[in-house]
């Protein structure tokens, strides 16, 4: 009799794992129902398939731009018991050169945030193979986040690497910005360079220190922006990497 019982126990112990495999499988095949319906609502991701394995979601397939790459992730996280998103969709559309995705993305860039401070972020962008990399400093986390959207929704984005740094909240530096772009664009020589919407002269600040980014037409100009800004009471220090028209900056 000890010998059944012992025999039907053990029986029942190697009917377990069965029966948790069994259950995983369950949940994986419920999980990607539920993630591919959620990518079904939209025609964008009809070219992206759906595979799940203990929980975790892996995603492939082609979209036309980066951004639907970002969106379909998002719109998988929307369901509650997945554990984890592996993101291998690749962004198609028609072949652009890096160079041309650069000056695009430059462009943009150079004239975002107009009207938000614009004057006081400086962007520097560099693509390779379609990845581009962002870097640089920004005022706030909505120049942050503009910028990104601008990056992700341009045709010839394979990849985005955010590099951007974002000044800490700073009463402080915020007056001291005002009085310095004051100086600058303020000055009689330097007037000129208020009426262009894309802010010619960035001025970044972080804890009262102060860089002078961007492009002037000569060097009287440059050398009158440095002295402007290191005029202005409660700066520590001015690094002036603004460039002159037609030269490389020092």
């Known amino acids: 009799m000890k010998k059944t019982v012992s025999t039907l126990l053990l029986l029942a112990g190697m009917a377990l794992p069965s029966l948790a495999v069994a259950e995983t499988n369950a949940k994986d095949r419920n999980l990607a129902d539920l993630a591919a319906a959620q990518l079904e609502k939209k025609d964008t991701f009809r070219a992206v398939t759906v595979q799940v394995d203990d929980g975790i979601v892996t995603l492939y397939g082609e979209v036309p731009l980066y951004i639907d790459k970002m969106n ?81 929704t341009t045709a010839g984005v394979k990849e985005v690497v955010d590099e951007i740094g974002v000044a800490p909240t700073s009463v402080f530096d915020d007056n001291l910005r005002i009085r310095l772009a004051r100086a600058i664009y303020g000055s009689p020589s330097l007037q000129k360079y208020a009426l262009d919407p894309q802010a010619p002269i960035r001025i970044v600040v972080e804890n009262g220190h102060v860089e002078l980014a961007g492009v002037v037409l000569n060097e009287l100009d440059r050398q009158m922006a440095y002295s402007q800004a290191s005029s202005v009471p409660g700066v520590f220090s001015v690094t002036n990497h603004l460039a002159v028209q037609g030269q490389s900056v020092e």
């Open 72 to 152: 379909a992730e998002k719109r998988v996280r929307k369901v509650k018991i997945v554990d984890g998103v592996r993101n291998h969709i690749q962004v198609g559309g028609p072949a652009i050169a890096d160079s041309e995705v650069r000056d695009n993305l430059a462009n943009k860039l150079r004239y975002d945030r107009v009207g938000y401070g614009i004057v006081f972020n400086n962007l520097g962008v560099d693509v390779k193979n379609g990845a581009v990399t962002l870097t640089g400093n920004v005022r706030d986390y909505p120049a942050h986040d503009s910028a990104l959207a601008i990056v992700a």
